[in-house]
């Protein structure tokens, strides 16, 4: 069975001064910007999600507390 561990890999630093730009955008458009908002951010969660495959020899690879792992059958 194949095992995949996913990761969101973002710099929020990055980020802080559009998602800052995005909320007075929020505010002075009395919340009609809150649905772009939401698109962008998906777009960047999408942008930066990484899916790898967990390779084992012989046996289980050990999993850290923490770790998101998809058990996927083929």
Not at 46 to 56: F, G, P, T
Request: glycine share 6%; hydrophobic share 50%.
């Amino acid at each position: 069975m194949k095992r995949y561990k996913s990761r969101l890999n973002i710099k929020w630093s990055d980020y802080i001064g559009r998602i800052i730009l995005w909320c007075v955008a929020i505010v002075c458009t009395l919340g009609f910007a809150a649905i772009p908002f939401q698109l962008w951010l998906a777009k960047v969660i999408l942008d930066n999600w990484e899916v790898h495959e967990i390779v084992s020899y012989g046996g289980e690879a050990p999993i850290k507390k923490g770790d998101s792992v998809m058990k996927v059958r083929i």
